[in-house]
């Protein structure tokens, strides 16, 4: 199935389709771009924010900004995110998970990737509204999805296969 027939699955029955990605076998590229395609449109969707600050306190400039996103969400969130899978591995083992440390990076990596869309709508109303309810109910929406398909997904990666 197409990355985003995968996506749109994964908001009802994410096992299914993690399921689908652990069949294919070991691939650390493919978790790899699971991760830098995630973080890039991340760092996408930050753009109309940080133009409407931008715009309100010109003191730092449009692109500085930019390139702090940039450098954050493009080269210090991956590292991030690496170590916040070792860490859900460690506690998926801890309380008996059986799988291996390339399910909890898959787990991860490809949770981040289905939100994608809802924090490229997270940054449109940031960007367009600003501060309000709208934004804390589509952060609210963004932080359901994402733990409904990581926990759900490592749930199924820490006891579908044996560890390494």
Same mark, same amino acid.
């Given at each position: 199935?197409?990355a985003?027939?995968?996506?749109l699955?994964?908001?009802?029955?994410?096992?299914?389709?993690?399921?689908?990605?652990l069949?294919?076998?070991?691939?650390?590229?493919?978790v790899?771009?699971?991760?830098?395609?995630?973080?890039l449109?991340?760092?996408?969707?930050?753009w109309?924010?940080?133009?409407?600050?931008?715009?309100?306190?010109?003191?730092? /400039?449009?692109?500085?900004?930019? @390139?702090?996103? %940039? &450098?954050g969400?493009?080269?210090?969130?991956?590292?991030?995110?690496?170590?916040m899978?070792?860490?859900?591995y460690f506690?998926a083992?801890?309380?008996?998970?059986?799988?291996?440390?390339y399910?909890?990076?898959?787990?991860l990596f490809?949770s981040l990737?289905?939100?994608?869309?809802l924090?490229?709508?997270?940054?449109?109303?940031a960007?367009?509204i600003?501060?309000g /309810?709208?934004?804390?109910?589509? @952060?609210?929406? %963004? &932080?359901?999805?994402?733990?409904?398909v990581w926990?759900?997904s490592l749930?199924?990666?820490?006891?579908a296969i044996k560890?390494?």
């Amino acid at each position: 199935m197409s990355a985003t027939g995968d996506i749109l699955q994964s908001y009802r029955s994410p096992r299914t389709v993690i399921r689908r990605h652990l069949a294919r076998g070991v691939s650390e590229g493919r978790v790899f771009i699971f991760l830098v395609g995630a973080c890039l449109l991340v760092f996408i969707a930050q753009w109309p924010r940080l133009s409407r600050e931008a715009y309100l306190d010109a003191s730092v /400039p449009l692109d500085m900004r930019l @390139g702090a996103a %940039l &450098l954050g969400w493009l080269f210090i969130a991956p590292l991030f995110f690496y170590a916040m899978a070792g860490v859900s591995y460690f506690i998926a083992r801890s309380i008996g998970g059986q799988g291996t440390s390339y399910g909890a990076r898959l787990a991860l990596f490809w949770s981040l990737l289905v939100v994608t869309p809802l924090w490229l709508l997270q940054g449109l109303v940031a960007g367009f509204i600003g501060e309000g /309810p709208q934004l804390t109910v589509v @952060g609210v929406l %963004l &932080l359901g999805a994402f733990g409904w398909v990581w926990i759900n997904s490592l749930i199924e990666t820490q006891s579908a296969i044996k560890d390494d």
